[in-house]
């Protein structure tokens, strides 16, 4: 049972705890990982604190373990604050930190931590933290409780929300405490929702680019080719251009719209999957009104694709420059960041599906092997496009690639349509564990690293855990 005011009362303790900590004069590092989720979390901390007039520093990490873990305490801060990582890892940080740290997370934590100080996490206070709060708005909350003034960074939150795939409501709506940071956004004019097609690049891109690179959910005939769906749309009598200037989606016609979705209807119709496909493509919009129209932050989606990009590409800390404000040189870069992550992912994806020997289906799983194909930063996205294709909706992706020269990383995601009920976070967390490794996640998607040599094994463990 969700304990709202348990949690704010818990967020009023840490915001006490951080104003001594800043009134001292003491060095503050906030930790975060480099998924939009994580780019967004450490970044409302990171500007809540500075806010105050704090002694503090970002740091973005691809992942945490032992071996991090030991770099950071060498640095030897004052005091670190982690977001979005650090829940199946509390020993380890009360070790090398003495104590000296918060890690505030939404990952579901072993029952052994749930009262452990040292951190602030969903789970604990009865939210879902798969599909009611992500990090970003577990941070939002400790920045309302540093200072109420902090509710102008609750769009930062919704991005969070989106970005790890949240909007699990009805119509892709937000639901638990990732709502009330929407209420929040919304009560101070700062984010307006609307019902219309979720298309990425409803903003930015002409109407037919916009379909042609929206991967999730695939539309046989239309997804990864222009030329097809602009002829579609023309064909349908869509408007496609105004003054010589290509038309976004956003800017369309109730009516156009309309034509919009028998086009896609008619696409789906062979597979007998319209409905289905058409549910996912229409729900919640978030637009965010402080942003200039036409723009990737204006859609709270096609912000974090971009912060997503950014993260996976080696080039969080732009991610990080443009959530705190800067609409200039980082914001550039980081759009020359998201074309270049959309090609690599793609490059990736046809490998997987052409590659003979990529892919094997076995008892309700897809095991992609991605060695020497996928790089270990996309492995996550690459997933989660998968588990909307035709072929292995229906089943759980269990994607593999190599980390450096001696390590395996695994991601691991429940198909659109799979019929079970797994909880793939537990089930990387213990198995990773079994092979020396470290592993976790939510119910619908999770990650884990092992030994180079444990593949086998681990890829066994998961497998007869998922087919229960």
Not at 432 to 455: D, E, N
């Amino acid at each position: 049972m969700e304990s709202h005011d348990e949690l704010l009362a818990r967020y009023d303790g840490v915001a006490r705890l951080l104003k001594g900590i800043i009134l001292q004069g003491k060095k503050i590092a906030v930790v975060t990982h480099i998924d939009a989720d994580g780019l967004t979390s450490g970044s409302i901390v990171f500007k809540a604190l500075k806010r105050r007039g704090a002694n503090v520093l970002v740091r973005t990490v691809p992942d945490l373990d032992p071996k991090r873990i030991g770099e950071l305490a060498d640095e030897k801060y004052d005091f670190y604050l982690f977001t979005d990582l650090g829940s199946t890892l509390l020993n380890e940080l009360s070790t090398a930190f003495d104590g000296k740290f918060l890690a505030v997370d939404h990952h579901q934590i072993p029952d052994e931590d749930a009262k452990s100080p040292f951190t602030v996490n969903a789970w604990q206070f009865g939210y879902n933290g798969g599909t009611e709060a992500c990090s970003g708005t577990m941070a939002y909350f400790l920045a309302s409780a540093l200072d109420g003034r902090n509710r102008d960074l609750s769009p930062l939150a919704v991005v969070g929300a989106v970005a790890d795939r949240q909007d699990t409501g009805p119509g892709r709506s937000l639901i638990g405490l990732n709502k009330r940071a929407l209420e929040d956004a919304q009560s101070a004019g700062l984010v307006t929702v609307t019902n219309d097609l979720m298309f990425h690049g409803r903003e930015t891109r002409p109407v037919h680019e916009a379909i042609a690179l929206t991967s999730t959910p695939h539309i046989k005939g239309l997804s990864g080719s222009r030329d097809a769906t602009l002829a579609a749309l023309v064909n349908a009598g869509v408007s496609l251009k105004e003054g010589g200037r290509w038309r976004t989606l956003s800017e369309l016609s109730g009516d156009e719209k309309k034509r919009v979705m028998d086009v896609l209807v008619s696409f789906l119709a062979p597979s007998g999957s319209g409905d289905e496909v058409i549910s996912q493509l229409i729900g919640e919009v978030y637009t965010l009104e402080q942003e200039d129209s036409f723009t990737p932050m204006r859609d709270a989606r096609e912000f974090a694709t971009m912060l997503n990009a950014c993260g996976r590409m080696d080039q969080a800390g732009v991610g990080i420059s443009v959530c705190i404000g800067d609409r200039g040189d980082s914001l550039k870069e980081a759009m020359g960041v998201l074309q270049e992550y959309r090609q690599n992912i793609n490059k990736s994806l046809q490998g997987v599906l052409n590659e003979v020997g990529r892919v094997e289906v076995r008892d309700g799983a897809a095991m992609v092997k991605g060695d020497g194909l996928v790089d270990e930063r996309i492995l996550g996205p690459v997933a989660s496009i998968l588990a909307s294709t035709e072929s292995m909706k229906d089943k759980v992706i269990i994607a593999r690639t190599r980390s450096g020269e001696e390590q395996l990383k695994f991601s691991c995601r429940v198909g659109d349509s799979f019929g079970r009920d797994v909880n793939l976070g537990v089930i990387m967390r213990e198995a990773a564990t079994l092979m020396g490794g470290v592993g976790g996640g939510h119910t619908m998607a999770a990650g884990a690293k092992i030994p180079f040599g444990r593949g086998d094994d681990f890829l066994k463990i998961v497998l007869e855990k998922t087919a229960v």
